[in-house]
Antibody, heavy 117, light 112 residues
Framework: EVQLVESGGVVVQPGGSLRLSCAASGFIFHDYFMHWVRQVPGKGLEWVSLISGDGGATYYADSVRGRFTISRDNTKNSLYLQLSSLRTEDTALYYC??????????WGQGTLVTVSS | DVVLTQSPLSLPVTLGQPASISCRSSQSLGNSDGNTYFNWFQQRPGQSPRRLIYKVSNRDSGVPDRFSGSGSGTDFTLKISRVEAEDAGVYYCMQGTHWPYTFGQGTKLEIK
């Protein structure tokens, strides 16, 4: 059974930084692209970032490019998202999701990032 | 970016009645490989999104056959033949043909 468990969400001040983690199990992690998607509480879904299976290719939404960095450690079956220069509009529930050829077939439960002074 | 516009945004439905949600894309979602990468997700209250339909009309494992997807090009539809109580939640369309992936704004299905 595929499981994705996010962690690392906290309350942080504007301009601050933090790293989110996603622990994956139940599939051959290095074979799959992985995504981060976020959701402002009570609002819709926004795709944030994507990383290839070997970590060599990364993609970002315009809203986070230059401030967020996606990475992975295939020896630990883990996905990461480094968030920096945080803004209040980055407040959201951050999900990791497994890629399935131009789709997202499994999602974690999410971790909440709150940017507030 | 591709804009997906869902309608209606709110959908009250009586138990046992059918329901239909539309999603219109600002660009054709047909890919050069012959596939159309269009998906439907369900998000129940307090839960993560769950994929229901991929590539327009393929149901995920465990998804009841009362859910069906159809469409092509820029116009797509999710239909529920007979709504059950567990179907309450928000439904999102998503396209994976063009970068970046984009989602519709969501349709809230409530049971009357």
């Amino acid at each position: 059974e595929v499981q994705l468990v996010e962690s690392g969400g906290v309350v942080v001040q504007p301009g601050g930084s933090l790293r989110l983690s996603c622990a994956a199990s139940g599939f051959i992690f290095h074979d799959y692209f992985m995504h981060w998607v976020r959701q402002v509480p009570g609002k819709g879904l926004e795709w944030v970032s994507l990383i290839s299976g070997d970590g060599g290719a990364t993609y970002y939404a315009d809203s986070v490019r230059g401030r967020f960095t996606i990475s992975r450690d295939n020896t630990k079956n883990s996905l990461y998202l480094q968030l920096s220069s945080l803004r209040t509009e980055d407040t959201a529930l951050y999900y990791c999701a497994k890629d399935a050829t131009h789709s997202l077939d499994h999602w974690g439960q999410g971790t909440l990032v709150t940017v507030s002074s | 970016d591709v804009v997906l516009t869902q309608s209606p945004l709110s959908l009250p439905v009586t138990l046992g009645q059918p329901a239909s949600i539309s999603c219109r894309s600002s660009q054709s979602l047909g890919n050069s490989d012959g596939n159309t990468y269009f998906n439907w997700f369900q998000q129940r209250p307090g839960q993560s999104p769950r994929r229901l339909i991929y590539k327009v009309s393929n149901r995920d494992s465990g998804v009841p056959d009362r859910f069906s997807g159809s469409g092509s090009g820029t116009d797509f539809t999710l239909k529920i033949s007979r709504v059950e109580a567990e179907d309450a939640g928000v439904y999102y369309c998503m396209q994976g043909t063009h970068w970046p992936y984009t989602f519709g704004q969501g349709t809230k299905l409530e049971i009357k």
